[in-house]
């Protein structure tokens, strides 16, 4: 059948920069993440909704930096104060008044941040809140959901790369080396949960519960599968970790976008800590750990002394936190409905072209996050969501569809939205996807 959206596009570029670049990195990138197919695609430059390749294609972006950028690229607002403070110092080892901004702003919107503290990643923002959970509780082990992504502590990355052909697939699943010669004893001191079992929750964290300092959750993970949590999960969850003495960790680096005062919020999950990234910093690096005062006060308070020492040569520099303020102010509620309702509208079309042509094919997600899975079945825990063979060269076939379109879809990941969007823009991912649908699926 014949595609008219699919376009025959120059590539030369990227192949001569891959090229290069295998001559310098171990495999040619600097990020596992980088997706290649087979090489990859090399940016020159963003416009708002759209990402511009070193050989000139033109992309409607749906990656947005792993869902980092909600505003989408080179956001006027955060531009211009960038611009501003670059020649009058990018990091100080004082503090400024611009960290002040950006933790006031974060605290009010964020029902579980009554504290915060700044680092430069995800990554740092869940090794510290893991960390504040120990001092705080005195206990050294973690839970943590099997197949979520975390970032790469290495407590918080055992036991997401649990597969069908290894031990942790069993009934009650274990985790397992995130890396050749990781340490025993992280693995020994981490516990999987698996999402939305309520009942395997409490069987397994009682029988760990004076080890465990908290439960690290998303509250929809990504890699996991992009799931809704279910209401009576959420409940054993917390009665669970009360009943235990176990924190609550959840890990928002991704999903704050999912709403003005975050995902926690909006799925009635009461966390002691809480950790955020990606669109808090406005297009710049950036992590926080927020939480209760009192679980904070291990940071240090007036009358304390730090039980946690955390300090970072650039973390809470001006750039991040005043390029985080600007992108963050500029999302209103009003501007969260709006990127709600094109979410809806894209997986409600998705849904229908996969009702419409009978796809084995199904859509999970929420606000402007939205994962396309190669089941019949939406999934409801990593299990379902877990890419074999088959349905992984379903999902290569479609983000190559997609980039033959001109548009970016990650694969095995989440998708996401930006306030730079438009309908037209929302029109083409639908047609894309149906049109994928028409010529490679029987
Ligand atoms: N936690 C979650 C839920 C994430 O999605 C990510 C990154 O994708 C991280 C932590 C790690 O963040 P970073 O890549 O900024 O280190």
């Known amino acids: 059948a014949t595609n008219k959206l699919r376009q025959a596009f120059a590539r030369s570029g990227s192949v001569h920069l891959f090229n290069r670049a295998k001559a310098v990195f171990p495999d040619g990138t600097t990020r596992v993440t980088v997706e290649r197919d087979p090489f990859p695609t090399y940016a020159r430059r963003g ?67 009554e504290r915060v503290r700044f680092v430069n990643s995800g990554t740092e923002a869940v090794m510290f809140a893991i960390k504040a959970a120990r001092a705080f509780t005195g206990r050294p082990a973690i839970a943590r959901i099997e197949g979520a992504y975390h970032g790469a502590y290495d407590w918080a990355e055992a036991g997401q790369s649990v597969s069908p052909g290894n031990s942790g697939w069993d ?32 069987r397994r964290l009682s029988a760990v519960r004076d080890r465990v300092a908290c439960v690290l959750i998303d509250p929809m993970p990504s890699r996991a599968g992009l799931m809704s949590p279910d209401p009576a999960f959420v409940a054993a969850l917390s009665e669970t970790a009360t009943k235990y003495g176990i924190l609550i960790v959840a890990d928002e680096v991704l999903n704050l976008r999912q709403g003005y005062a975050g995902a926690s919020a909006r799925y009635g999950l009461k966390p002691d800590l809480i950790t955020a990234g990606k669109i ?20 240090g308070a007036e009358d304390v002394r730090p039980l946690l020492p955390q300090g970072g040569t650039f973390s809470a520099n001006p750039i991040s936190m005043a390029a985080g303020r600007v992108a963050m102010e500029a999302l209103t509620p009003e501007v969260f409905d709006r990127l709600e309702a094109m979410g809806n ?36 825990e990593y299990r379902d969501a877990y890419l074999r063979a088959e349905g992984a060269g379903l999902m290569r076939r479609l983000s190559r569809h997609f980039l033959e379109s001109g548009i970016l879809l990650p694969y095995a990941a989440a998708a996401c939205l930006s306030t730079a969007m438009v309908d037209s823009d929302i029109e083409r991912v639908l047609s894309a996807f149906d049109d994928f649908l028409n010529t490679e699926i029987q």
């Open 47 to 113: 416009e708002g909704a759209y990402l511009v390749d070193v050989d000139g294609n033109r992309f409607l972006d749906l990656n947005n930096n792993f869902t980092t950028l909600i505003h989408g690229h080179g956001f006027a607002p955060v531009s211009e104060v960038v611009v501003g403070l670059l020649n009058s110092g990018t990091c100080f080892a004082n503090p400024t008044e611009h960290e002040i901004g950006l933790a006031e702003l974060l605290t009010a919107r964020i029902p579980a941040m």
């Open 171 to 202: 009934q009650f699943p274990v985790a397992i080396p995130a890396y050749r010669g990781a340490p025993q004893s992280v693995i020994d001191d981490v516990h999987l949960l698996r999402f939305n079992d309520a009942d395997g929750l409490e």
């Open 280 to 299: 808090i910093g406005g297009g710049f690096p950036i992590g926080a750990i927020g939480g209760r005062e009192e679980v904070m006060r291990v940071f």
């Open 345 to 380: 509208r894209v997986r409600d079309g998705l849904r229908a072209s996969i009702v419409r042509r009978d796809a084995p094919l199904s859509v999970t997600g929420a606000a402007s996050l939205f994962r396309i899975h190669p089941t019949r079945i939406a999934p409801t």
